[in-house]
């Protein structure tokens, strides 16, 4: 059978390459298609899946004529919602309204039907794939809907996937947001025959908008047994030059418009910095850490024994360095605790509830003695025996393994499903 994958930026390759992967282990066979930024052509997953037998990949502007490109990337441009900024947003409206959706359709459909007539010719039994495509997203939601709906009339399954987990175990963590009420931001994955997540908590932000069989919950892809044991293999070398530092520690930081209280982040920052046995990296997000003021701190760069990872440093490398990883509610943690290394949830730092803190309490930190006396203890005592273990095995199981530990082949019988005429009669 094949299917056509659309990946677009760093969090969709990490969580679908492992489906797809799977996908050719079963036998099948896919084309993907980069729809983000052209540098992730290098990527080394990217690069992974161009090496795999009846896997083609591309990105879009290699596979449209140039001018249709630049009308489909213009229209895309005057929709996002990431551009409706005050200096910026007016003149974007207007060009919206001027090239109206009547007007845009053409281009939508001619790209459309260019790229699924390139994978799928006349066959009509396959499975269109995007990851989960919000409101807000850096896509057009209004080209995606044209696809799929092109996809559906042939006969194509059509399916959202996993870009990430549900860090948060609490609905209030952006800015600006304060009402308790269903996130219409997730209404958008309505245009879908399936929509996938990992785990409850994942589906709690869709049910409000979907009937509950539009929702598969499969567990997850990026931190399941198998994949982690591939990926390994796959990992580039580490960048990181290691020292004789006694205790290593890791802070990932989150996206810059989840409210975290930064001037607290600093001070705890330099409380590790403190120790002379410690070293710490600081990982920015990968999108939009380069927003954050504290990368730029002055005096934090002053530090010898704090650095900032660049992006040649994989969190996988990260999390491979460190013995401690300090957590601002982040999905990244979730492999740490699948290692059994100490994940310090710093619930302080930020306006929300870490679902690692809200599984496994033992690791919150309240305050900054916590910080102190848990940097000291490692130090003392060593980094063992840190989780309850009962805690622990219920993370893995509703979090990272909800049907199983086996997570992969879910999701293929998925797809295969989706992609023959008994989900389209």
Request: charged share 25%; glycine share 4%.
């Amino acid at each position: 059978m094949k299917a056509l994958f659309f990946l677009r930026h760093y969090n969709d390759i990490d969580h679908i390459t492992p489906i797809i992967s799977k996908w050719i282990d079963s036998g099948h066979s896919c084309d993907v298609v980069l729809i983000g930024s052209s540098r992730f052509r290098n990527d080394f997953r990217i690069r992974f899946l161009m090496g795999l037998d009846r896997v083609r990949v591309a990105h879009i502007l290699d596979l449209l004529p140039l001018l249709e490109f630049c009308r489909w990337w213009f229209q895309t441009l005057i929709l996002i919602r990431s551009l409706r900024r005050p200096l910026i947003g007016p003149l974007v409206e207007t060009l919206a309204s001027i090239f109206n959706i009547k007007q845009r359709e053409p281009i939508w459909r001619s790209t459309a039907n260019r790229l699924l007539t390139r994978t799928f010719k006349d066959n009509n039994e396959g499975v269109v794939a995007f990851d989960w495509i919000e409101r807000n997203s850096s896509i057009c939601v209004e080209w995606v809907e044209v696809l799929l709906s092109i996809a559906r009339s042939k006969g194509l399954g059509t399916v959202s996937l996993p870009h990430g987990d549900s860090p948060h175990a609490n609905q209030l963590i952006r800015r600006g947001e304060r009402s308790l009420k269903p996130d219409t931001t997730y209404s958008a994955a309505r245009i879908f025959d399936k929509l996938v997540v990992p785990n409850e908590l994942c589906a709690g932000r869709f049910r409000p908008f979907l009937d509950g069989q539009k929702i598969a919950v499969l567990g997850s892809p990026r931190y399941c047994d198998e994949w982690l044991r591939k990926f390994a293999k796959l990992l580039p070398p580490s960048p990181i030059t290691y020292s004789n530092s006694q205790l290593k520690v890791v802070l990932f930081l989150r996206k810059s418009n989840f409210t975290t209280f930064w001037e607290e982040v600093g001070e705890v920052v330099q409380i590790i910095a403190a120790f002379p046995k410690v070293e710490l990296i600081i990982k920015p997000h990968t999108r939009g850490g380069w927003q954050q003021s504290l990368t730029r701190s002055a005096s934090l760069r002053r530090l010898s024994n704090v650095s900032v990872a660049d992006n040649n440093m994989h969190s996988a490398h990260l999390l491979n360095w460190a013995d401690v990883i300090v957590d601002i509610a982040t999905s990244v943690a979730f492999e740490a605790v699948k290692a059994n290394k100490p994940v310090l949830a710093a619930d302080y730092l930020h306006a929300g509830r870490s679902t690692v803190a809200d599984f496994m309490p033992e690791t919150e930190l309240k305050c900054r003695d916590d910080v102190y006396k848990r940097i000291d203890e490692f130090i003392t005592s060593g980094c063992d025996s840190f989780y309850i273990k009962e805690h622990r095995q219920r993370f893995l199981e509703e979090v990272l393994e909800v049907g199983g530990a086996d997570v992969l082949p879910r999701y293929i019988t998925l797809l295969e499903e989706l992609g023959t005429h008994i989900n389209h009669d």
